[in-house]
T-cell receptor, first 115, second 113 residues
Framework: EAQVTQNPRYLITVTGKKLTVTCSQN?????MSWYRQDPGLGLRQIYY???????DKGDVPEGYKVSRKEKRNFPLILESPSPNQTSLYFC??????????????FGAGTRLSVL | LAKTTQPISMDSYEGQEVNITCSHN???????ITWYQQFPSQGPRFIIQ???TKVTNEVASLFIPADRKSSTLSLPRVSLSDTAVYYC??????????????FGSGTQLTVLP
């Protein structure tokens, strides 16, 4: 089954404790992205990657890092989490084949609370 | 990037047809219009995409007038399970466009019994 898998689904941590949220897709997509979703602000892109070893900042990259060492994986790293990073995070991947292009497939989400 | 404007919320009743309109006055020549649906605490899911005129699939129809400055998502005979947030996105779908499809705040559709 084609899917984007995020782990963990829920995470409670404390300020300053480094954490990684993993994302993996099995569709051989070139593009992957991370979003955060906050009430009233919709989905905002954090980082995106067009291919292996190619990443770039989205709208709200401060406080986050990413890496793309393999095509299928795109982890999100919070080196020193702060309470304002408490949010719902989504990973997405996309392709551009056929008539329907650049459709983004989303993971189930990771709800992060930073105390 | 084309800015989009959608109603914040809409209510409907089961069995009715629902039309959600999105305005995108500065749409560019190579921009496509894509709609996503999001249920609470789930990731958005693709519904439909179009460039001009009308597109129909098993879930919805998308109407795009000739000037492409707006588009209308039509959901036939909605049910309670169609209660969700609907996002209209406008942007290019060529290489390098993963950055450029920005989600706004969407339209909260509530279907009432």
């Amino acid at each position: 089954e084609a899917q984007v898998t995020q782990n963990p689904r829920y995470l409670i941590t404390v300020t300053g404790k480094k954490l990684t949220v993993t994302c993996s897709q099995n569709m051989n997509h070139e593009y992957m992205s991370w979003y955060r979703q906050d009430p009233g602000l919709g989905l905002r892109q954090i980082y995106y990657s067009m291919n292996v070893e190619v990443t770039d900042k989205g709208d709200v990259p401060e406080g986050y890092k990413v890496s793309r060492k393999e095509k299928r994986n795109f982890p999100l790293i919070l080196e020193s989490p702060s309470p304002n990073q408490t949010s719902l995070y989504f990973c997405a991947s996309s392709h551009r084949q056929g008539l329907i292009k650049n459709i983004q497939y989303f993971g189930a989400g990771t709800r992060l609370s930073v105390l | 990037l084309a800015k989009t404007t959608q109603p914040i919320s809409m209510d409907s009743y089961e069995g009715q047809e629902v039309n959600i309109t999105c305005s995108h006055n500065n749409i560019a020549t190579n921009d496509y219009i894509t709609w996503y649906q999001q249920f609470p605490s789930q990731g958005p899911r693709f519904i439909i995409q179009g460039y001009k005129t009308k597109v129909t699939n098993e879930v919805a129809s998308l109407f795009i007038p000739a000037d492409r400055k707006s588009s209308t998502l039509s959901l036939p005979r909605v049910s309670l399970s169609d209660t969700a947030v609907y996002y209209c996105l406008v942007g290019p779908v060529s290489s390098g466009s993963a950055r450029q499809l920005t989600f706004g705040s969407g339209t909260q559709l509530t279907v009432l019994p």
